[in-house]
């Protein structure tokens, strides 16, 4: 990759390799393996490997003349077993987890009006909702999918709103009035994917019974690493009540969460989030998370990050009185992220789940698991410290990592 760049610098010129001008072609390889072993309780014991590998690029419209235009793609491929099968949990114990397939998950294009100060910026295509919208940076160490967003939001509607592993089509306007708020709308297909074929490399099917989820959120940014934000989310559409399938009920809800770094604490963060939904439209009604995490735990590990975090699912009562569910499933999660060199990270995990919530009757769940993460990219190496994809353009002011010591 390293010449590739320097060929590409040769060819283009210097002013579209300086340190600010964004190149016109950015591109990435991510590869994430998961070993887990479900040591005790849940469904069942036993390993499960997983794998995830990502290829991202974004073409960058400033340096061909094209002032505010991006283009981006994304496609995965997902490999192995099912670990949420072995515990029974609701909440994901990982992330990455899903169903064997390659998938075209991005695909936008975007045009934004403004600079860094204030500006306005248009995005439409398949869309990340998870990239704009109830997102933590600081709680990005973690494995559990609740703390990349909420069990409330993630568990919406008929197969949940446009996030990993399936997207759907949207638009998506972003207005930065100032350096201290961000406010974002957009409009998705209802159904995420296409249910019929949940093998389809493109997964989309936009069929006027599917309705629309409508989401919109604002930022407030304390300071260059603390925020504070909040949304709303609502589907047009409708699903079967709980308990009693013949009526039928809209899911909407909202979320807020405050992050940053902890005063008078040097290199440590915190962030806490809490989420209300609809209980007769889904089995979550309501979501509280919050973690701590240290940056450059030990002297002459700078990159490392340790932390601890907890999350909970609230099960509605109707969903309790009609499956004979716990009253919440609660994830308790430590995490430990070595960077090993600038394209390879290592991430030792553990996590206790607390009455596993996808039947009735499951026990607690040990799990331990070992994360690695292997990186590359063009013309700049992608991170492997960091779980966003690099070659996404920000669209407002993005704190660096919260509580970081400076260099």
Not at 56 to 78: A, E, I, K, W, Y
Not at 319 to 342: C, D, F, N, V, W
């Amino acid at each position: 990759m390293a010449v590739l760049g320097a060929a590409f610098c040769a060819v283009a010129g210097a002013q579209a390799c300086a340190e600010d001008t964004p190149p016109p072609v950015s591109l990435s390889v991510r590869d994430t393996i998961d070993l887990w072993d479900n040591a005790a309780g849940g469904v069942r014991p036993g390993v499960v490997v997983l794998n995830k590998l990502q290829l991202s690029g974004t073409v960058q419209g400033d340096p061909l003349g094209l002032p505010g235009l991006s283009v981006h793609g994304q496609v995965f491929r997902t490999d192995g077993a099912s670990l949420s099968r072995r515990v029974g949990d609701i909440q994901t114990v990982d992330s990455i987890e899903a169903e064997p397939v390659t998938r075209l998950f991005e695909a936008w294009i975007e045009q934004k009006f403004g600079d860094d100060r204030r500006s306005i910026a248009l995005r439409a295509g398949l869309i990340d909702l998870n990239a704009d919208f109830d997102s933590i940076q600081a709680a990005s160490l973690f494995v559990n999918s609740s703390h990349g967003i909420g069990a409330d939001l993630s568990r919406s509607g008929v197969s949940g709103p446009s996030i990993y592993p399936v997207s759907a089509t949207g638009a998506r306007l972003s207005f930065l009035p100032s350096k201290t708020w961000t406010f974002r709308l957009a409009v998705f297909d209802g159904v995420a994917g296409e249910p019929d074929r949940p093998k389809a490399f493109v997964a989309e099917r936009l069929a006027p019974a599917d309705g629309a989820l409508l989401i919109g959120q604002a930022d407030y940014h304390l300071s260059d690493s603390a925020k504070i934000e909040a949304g709303l989310w609502h589907y047009t559409g409708t699903v079967p009540s709980l308990p009693a399938p013949g009526r039928a009920v809209h899911d909407q809800g909202g979320y807020a969460s405050i992050e940053g770094p902890i005063p008078a604490a040097k290199g440590w963060s915190a962030w806490g989030r809490i989420g209300v939904a609809a209980g007769k439209a889904q089995v979550i009604d309501r979501y509280i998370g919050f973690g701590v995490v240290r940056t450059a735990p030990f002297k002459g590990r700078k990159d490392d990050r340790i932390g601890i975090a907890i999350a909970e699912a609230h099960i509605g009562a109707p969903a309790r009185e009609s499956m004979g569910l716990p009253h919440a499933e609660t994830s308790i999660e430590a995490s430990y992220q070595l960077k090993l060199g600038t394209s390879f990270a290592a991430q030792p995990d553990v996590q206790y789940i607390v009455h596993p919530a996808a039947m009735s009757g499951t026990r607690d769940a040990l799990v331990f698991g070992l994360r690695l993460v292997f990186t590359a990219g063009f013309p700049k190496q992608a991170p492997a410290t960091e779980s966003a994809d690099p070659t996404v353009p920000p669209d407002g002011p993005q704190p660096p990592d919260a509580g970081a010591p400076p260099s």
